[in-house]
């Protein structure tokens, strides 16, 4: 059932639809994850993302919160703390859903890419990093679907959700295909640190500077 902040969005004239938004890769980031401090941050960096991409809804698309449900008068308080799955509901007020997702995907990798340059400039500083390589697994490594249903095409918002459901269910069947050679290390990704000249190695999965314990 809709509340009270959704009856009343609902009245004004313009389209509403229901946009459901999901991010990743959660499996690669338990697949690789070699201490309990990779999960969390795995996790962690995927609840920032995702409350960048409710944010950047609320803020600037005004939409409104389901999952997470945020009130918009007391949003700038509880977003600073908020912890966010890696799905977010929304109802948006456009004639363009598939504009708003397009910006809400470049709001979620601007996001991404301060945690990656924060640590390409820490490598940077011990010579432990391919730069070309670096950029190119960092520029696709987030997963952003999107997808949305008109609630006036659907008849209410129940249809529209569980259309929006539906085609999420469906586009995660699909497969992107993103080829890369594999390492010999990770499987999957060609490793961007740690080039055959650089003074740093690996000891005991721990990156370290020749020389150190």
């Not at 007020?93 to 340059?117: C, M, N």
């Not at 520029?139 to 929006?164: H, K, M, P, T």
Request: glycine share 4%; net charge positive; hydrophobic share 40%.
């Amino acid at each position: 059932m809709i509340g009270g902040a959704e009856k009343n969005q609902l009245e004004t004239t313009r389209p509403h639809t229901v946009m459901i938004i999901t991010l990743g890769p959660v499996q690669e980031f338990i697949a690789q994850a070699r201490k309990t401090r990779d999960l969390w941050f795995g996790s962690h960096l995927l609840s920032e993302i995702s409350k960048e991409a409710a944010r950047h809804l609320l803020v600037n698309h005004q939409a409104n919160l389901i999952f997470p449900h945020i009130v918009q008068d007391l949003a700038p308080e509880k977003l600073k703390s908020l912890k966010v799955a890696n799905k977010v509901v929304a109802i948006v007020e456009t004639d363009s859903p598939r504009e708003v997702a397009l910006d809400v995907q470049r709001a979620v990798v601007r996001r991404w890419h301060q945690y990656a340059d924060l640590a390409k400039e820490r490598l940077l500083m011990l010579g432990c990093i391919n730069e070309s390589i670096w950029d190119r697994q960092v520029s696709d490594l987030v997963e952003f679907y999107a997808v949305w249903a008109s609630i006036e095409s659907f008849g209410s918002y129940a249809a529209a959700r569980e259309q929006a459901e539906n085609l999420m269910a469906a586009r995660k069947t699909l497969r992107d295909f993103r080829p890369n050679k594999k390492a010999k290390l990770y499987g999957d990704k060609n490793p961007a640190s740690i080039p055959a000249e650089s003074p740093c190695c690996f000891k005991r999965n721990k990156l370290c500077t020749s020389g150190s314990a």
